[in-house]
């Protein structure tokens, strides 16, 4: 399945955004929105509706918990991945709890973190 949607990469470490955005463009032609934190990435949600958003737990102004719950609250469609270095229970069901589609650690080898994003967009876009 070819991805040609827009995706937002929110991650407070830039290096982290770049890397998770040469992963995403192997997925087809995606156009990659950048945030730097929570309240940034629910700006750009709002202003351009991604058709993706991948989201980093942990930052500052506002942490991704935070921001996904805003995001699924403003749009109950949204298709939201979490993405962390941290994978505490905890953490993980209170995500799913409140909308994520998923939850990856980003230190995920890369070729299984593109099969977890393609995936994740079949089981989302899924057309009956």
């Known amino acids: 399945m070819r991805f040609d949607g827009k995706i937002l990469i929110a991650d407070d470490e830039a290096h982290v955004r770049k890397f998770i ?3 995403a463009k192997q997925l ?14 629910m700006e750009i949600y709002q202003r351009e509706r991604p058709d993706l958003v991948l989201l980093d737990v942990n930052m500052p102004v506002q942490n991704g918990l935070e921001a996904l719950k ?4 403003a ?11 941290l994978a505490n229970r905890e953490t993980v069901d209170e995500a799913l709890q409140s909308g994520a589609a998923n939850y ?3 230190d995920t080898p890369k070729d299984e973190l593109l099969a977890a994003f393609r ?10």
Do not use: H, N, Y
Request: hydrophobic fraction near 40%.
């Open 21 to 23: 955005g040469l992963i």
């Open 104 to 106: 990856l650690r980003k």
């Open 119 to 128: 995936e994740t967009i079949a089981q989302c876009f899924a057309t009956d």
């Open 70 to 73: 805003q995001i699924t609250s």
């Open 28 to 41: 087809g032609s995606p156009q990659i929105l950048e945030a730097k934190d929570g309240r940034e990435a």
């Open 75 to 85: 749009d109950p469609e949204a298709i939201v991945v979490m993405l962390t270095s």
